[in-house]
């Protein structure tokens, strides 16, 4: 009988090392991220297509991305943005929330990104960077990988089965690597890049919840000439929007719901002693 594989850790460096490689030869990676789990993989079409089969969603879904802090606003075509929407005051948002935590801004695309990654709405090219925050571990396997695939960005979507599939009203974020890997068993190149302490690293985030992150987007700032200008809240995750507000508030930005965040995402449940 074989010996089990011994697992791999987001906090050590050969682990690190081990699963960019993966990812670069093609590889499903589960990767630890803040305080729960997340998917990420090489950005092209054909891989972006497999792992949108393997949760159960459209084959054409369009995806987001990641990739290491400091490169997240090249990310953003920032030509593009209103005029009414002072880039620095931008720029210092995203500073603020990404250096708290897990988040994830929605603005217009760099022209490099490739379609399968981007979305137009209201004539306008966006791109949604979803990001773990600053003191991530993280970061470190997306330097990795991103040197080892030749890209400036990957791929990155929920750990969790498509509603589509499962027939749940939602179906949660993994926060737990037992449920994730039970889910992917399909995956015969699943490489699990784990959290050595969970508790630990839902401690370390105790303002947020283990869900997929809050999201905001900037392209297109709502409000017939408004002042402050208002941004918009797509998604209404981890981070409360209480909290959006007041990071945005003291640079002159409003905050608001959008209509599709009006129920806040729910935390994954998990029967059992689930590990």
Not at 59 to 67: A, M, R
Not at 89 to 97: F, K, N, S, Y
Not at 195 to 218: M, N
Not at 227 to 253: I, K, Q, W
Request: hydrophobic content about 45%.
């Amino acid at each position: 009988m074989d010996a089990p594989t011994p697992p791999l850790y987001i906090d050590r460096p050969d682990d690190i090392a081990t699963a960019a490689r993966a990812l670069a030869g093609g590889a499903v990676v589960a990767a630890a991220f803040a305080n729960f789990y997340v998917i990420v993989t090489r950005p092209d079409a054909a891989t972006v297509a497999r792992v949108n089969l393997a949760k159960g969603r459209p084959i054409h879904q369009v995806g987001s991305i990641t990739t290491a802090v400091g490169r997240i606003p090249a990310m953003f075509d920032w030509s593009r943005i209103s005029p009414r929407l002072p880039v620095g005051r931008v720029r210092a948002l995203m500073d603020a929330l990404y250096g708290a935590g897990p988040f994830g801004f929605r603005g217009p695309a760099a022209d490099p990104l490739p379609e399968h990654l981007t979305q137009v709405d209201r004539g306008l090219r966006t791109t949604q960077v979803i990001a773990p925050g600053l003191t991530c571990p993280s970061n470190a396997f997306f330097e990795r990988a991103l040197a080892e695939t030749g890209s400036d960005h990957l791929y990155i979507t929920s750990a969790n089965r498509s509603r589509h599939l499962t027939g749940a009203a939602e179906e949660p974020a993994h926060w737990k690597i037992g449920g994730l890997t039970a889910d992917f068993a399909h995956l015969d190149d699943l490489v699990v890049l784990a959290h050595r302490d969970e508790a630990a690293a839902r401690a370390a985030y105790p303002g947020y919840l283990t869900t997929s992150v809050t999201l905001l987007s900037f392209h297109a700032p709502v409000g017939e000439l408004e002042e402050p200008p208002v941004l918009t809240v797509d998604r209404h995750g981890s981070l409360h929007l209480d909290e959006v507000r007041r990071a945005a508030a003291p640079l002159g930005l409003q905050v608001r719901l959008g209509c599709s965040a009006g129920q806040r995402l729910r935390v994954r449940g998990y029967a059992g002693a689930l590990v």
